[in-house]
Nanobody
Framework: QVQLVESGGGSVQDGGSLRLSCAVS????????MVWFRQAPGKEREAITS????????AYADSVKGRFTISQDTAKNTLDLQMNSLKPEDTAMYYC?????????????????????WGQGTQVTVSS
């Protein structure tokens, strides 16, 4: 059983930065596909970036590419998301999710139903 707890959300102005963290516990030695999703009011939950813990390979949605960076801190056992140049349209609830998988499964963004493990979410609000 994997437990995920997000932290680091908050309110910033347009162009600001935030760093989200997802504490991971209870994981087995198998590798994980770990993904940051976000859900804005009235919209579907969407995957925005992923990392495969086995080799550190990463993927980004076009909407965040060049502005967001996903990383894993193996010493602290966290999944982090550095968000720079934030825009009002980045306002959403941000969730980390995890699923045991092989590398090829993690190469493609999956739907929320494909992930068994979720954090509770952390709110990010960007004002103009």
């Amino acid at each position: 059983q994997v437990q995920l707890v997000e932290s680091g959300g908050g309110s910033v102005q347009d162009g600001g930065s935030l760093r989200l963290s997802c504490a991971v516990s209870g994981r087995a030695s198998s590798v994980l596909c770990m993904v940051w999703f976000r859900q804005a009011p009235g919209k579907e939950r969407e995957a925005i970036t992923s990392i495969y813990t086995g080799d550190g390979s990463r993927a980004y949605a076009d909407s965040v590419k060049g502005r967001f960076t996903i990383s894993q801190d193996t010493a602290k056992n966290t999944l982090d998301l550095q968000m720079n140049s934030l825009k009002p349209e980045d306002t959403a609830m941000y969730y980390c999710a995890a699923q045991y998988s092989i590398r090829s499964w993690c190469d493609v963004f999956r739907a929320k139903a494909d992930f068994a493990y979720w954090g509770q979410g952390t709110q990010v609000t960007v004002s103009s």
